[in-house]
């Protein structure tokens, strides 16, 4: 588990003391050092005199449906704490529909995220509002220009003559000697899909694709 209270700094002049601050810090492997974060997270809270720092360090892909580490955080959000990030990729790496669905969690929480790099802070407010909205926008374009190219692509592949969607008996092109065998034994279809480890339909597509005769001519060569 990384998760700590590094160091509190409560009761000092000039402190803002409402609300914790917790400073998540990602990597990717073990290998990477996280030190870079965890040092511009910190000077950060001290130069704006925020008060208890909290690191919450997690080895994990950005682009992991779940990161333990930071849904503990957003779970735990009371109004008032900030969550403090040195990029937006730390909190994730699946595109802007994720990202805002994170920065609404934080915000409906009443807490409040910053980005260091960009200095850019979400909170209760109508410019918090304007740029989710951008980032749903942002979203929907990528989404759109996903869905673009893939339909480029198919059409293109469609021109080329290329046969499109997973090819039919695939996985039992390289088994006809062994489907032989079985029809040599007289077994049924139902006995033979079981065999082979493969829904009935399966066994009885590839048999009408073809593979029925296929494996009558393996079994006439032998």
């Not at 914790?20 to 005199?49: C, F, H, M």
């Amino acid at each position: 588990m990384f998760f700590y209270t590094l160091r509190e700094t409560k009761g000092k002049k000039g402190e803002i003391m409402q609300g914790k601050n917790y400073l998540y810090v990602r990597v990717s492997t073990n290998t990477q050092d996280a030190n870079r974060q965890i040092s511009d997270l910190l000077n950060y809270v001290e130069q704006k005199k925020l008060g208890e720092a909290v690191i919450v360090r997690e080895t994990i892909s950005g682009r992991a449906n779940i990161k333990p580490e930071l849904e503990r955080v957003l779970t735990s959000l009371k109004k008032g704490d900030r969550v403090l990030v040195s990029e937006f990729s730390r909190l994730t790496r699946r595109g802007s529909t994720e990202l805002g669905i994170i920065a609404k969690r934080i915000i409906e929480k009443g807490a409040e995220l910053y980005e260091l790099s960009g200095n850019i802070h979400f909170e209760d407010n109508a410019l918090s509002e304007m740029y989710l909205s951008i980032l749903g926008a942002a979203a929907r374009m990528e989404r759109e220009a996903i869905s673009e190219r893939t339909k480029s692509a198919l059409a293109e592949r469609k021109r080329k003559g290329v046969k499109l969607g997973r090819p039919r008996g695939s996985k039992l092109e390289q088994r006809k000697a062994e489907i032989k065998k079985y029809q040599d034994l007289g077994l049924n279809k139902t006995s033979i899909a079981k065999l082979l480890g493969v829904a009935r339909g399966t066994y009885i597509n590839f048999l009408n694709s073809g593979g029925k005769n296929e494996a009558k001519e393996v079994k006439n060569k032998n």
